[in-house]
């Protein structure tokens, strides 16, 4: 077998093709068609389950080569130093040194001790939501949830929050690395800029004030034994708190219009709350946050009798891998109760997603929560819009009724 050149379908692959915003799935389903590995200059694709989680998992990749394209794409400045710094973007031995100072706050005992807190911060926010009548569902519950957990594990002042929104946008955009266009680089180098300014201000104030946090943490980290030099705590911070909301506001975003679109899974988590669970992990399978993502090939090797070369860039469509019916039978179906949701949308390998549990967490509460307060929710029946963003899929808003 022999790679396949790039198509129509792959080139439509792109935030500027309004199909492809609106409903990715259909041109997904016409990559995997185009063969299992495709060359769209200057990148390979993947779209299949089993090549992307062997991909994921291969020791022969690994992110640490995006430093040359970022450097290309966005030039010198706030925007390259941040990313060139978060362990997103790192191999062995930086990414296992920074990864394991901040694996210690997500593990699923200490995720698990903040149910309590999650809930009643659901709780609040519906509370709210039955007084206005309804709303945009997005902007007073879903975005602010996460929003307010990552903040307050990183010891971010509440009346603070509100002015994250548009750094948190902009370095969203700014991960289509490959699709970034100036006024995106732009927008994010104003951002990580802000961003590095607050946390280097915020740091300086639990260095005075010290606190119980998971910054403080990374301060007392960073002091012994010089385990965290000064940029990379920064970095660490505001990765951190872009990671542990940005994908989650989704999740929960996608996963409110989906169930509600679909009356019949709504009603059966109502009427059954304990597959409150499950219901989470269908739905990061049926509508990933994350719909790309990307390794580099660390060496000359073949697959599927393509040959990528070292230094070259395999972007691996997740949204397609959970879609793909060679995996899941009836794919397209949204089934709260599928037995088998081994999705990709949190990665695999070393790069699996660090605050897998939190967001896991904070789902359940939600869709328990908001089918068991609200049972009749309905959508208000206006278009609903996308962002424009091949890599994080969520909505523009979610305007309800109670």
Not at 42 to 64: N, Q
Request: charged share 25%.
């Amino acid at each position: 077998m022999t790679a396949q050149a790039a198509t129509s379908a792959t080139i439509g692959l792109s935030s500027e093709n309004p199909a492809f915003i609106a409903d990715p799935y259909p041109i997904y389903a016409q990559v995997r068609a185009e063969g299992r590995i495709i060359h769209s200059e200057p990148r390979w694709i993947m779209a299949y389950y089993d090549d992307i989680h062997a991909l994921l998992r291969d020791p022969r990749f690994g992110r640490g080569g995006y430093g040359d394209l970022i450097l290309e794409v966005f030039g010198p400045g706030p925007l390259h130093d941040a990313f060139s710094r978060w362990m997103l973007f790192m191999d062995p031995p930086n990414h296992t040194r920074l990864r394991s100072l901040a694996t210690r706050a997500f593990t699923p005992r200490a995720v698990e001790r903040m149910r309590t807190a999650i809930q009643r911060l659901v709780d609040g926010m519906l509370d709210d939501i039955e007084r206005d009548g309804g709303g945009d569902l997005l902007a007073s519950f879903a975005y602010p949830l996460p929003v307010m957990v990552i903040c307050e594990l990183l010891g971010v002042p509440p009346d603070d929050r509100e002015e994250f929104r548009i750094w948190s946008d902009s370095l969203g955009k700014a991960l289509q690395i490959q699709f970034a266009t100036p006024e995106i680089v732009a927008n994010g180098n104003e951002a990580a800029e802000h961003l590095s300014g607050y946390f280097r201000d915020l740091v300086a104030e639990h260095r005075e004030h010290p606190r119980d946090d998971l910054l403080g943490g990374l301060i007392a980290a960073e002091d012994e034994h010089g385990r965290l030099s000064e940029e990379e705590l920064l970095a660490m911070a505001a990765l951190l708190f872009f990671a542990g909301h940005e994908t989650t506001v989704n999740l929960i975003g996608n996963g409110v219009l989906h169930l509600l679109q679909q009356p019949d899974q709504w009603r059966l988590l109502r009427d059954q709350p304990a597959l409150a669970r499950n219901a989470v992990e269908e739905i990061l399978r049926y509508e990933s946050p994350v719909q790309i993502t990307g390794r580099v090939a660390l060496r000359d090797l073949e697959i599927r009798g393509a040959t990528i070369k070292e230094g070259e860039a395999v972007s691996a469509l997740l949204g397609s891998a959970n879609r793909d019916p060679a995996r899941f039978p009836d794919p397209d179906r949204l089934d709260i109760q599928r037995a088998d949701t081994q999705h990709l949308s949190f990665a695999a390998g070393a790069h699996y997603c660090l605050g897998a549990a939190l967001a896991r967490l904070e789902g359940e509460v939600a869709f328990r929560t908001l089918t068991q307060r609200f049972p009749e929710l309905r959508l208000v029946p206006e278009p609903l819009t996308w962002r424009k963003n091949v890599v994080l899929r969520g909505l523009t808003q979610l305007p309800v009724t109670v």
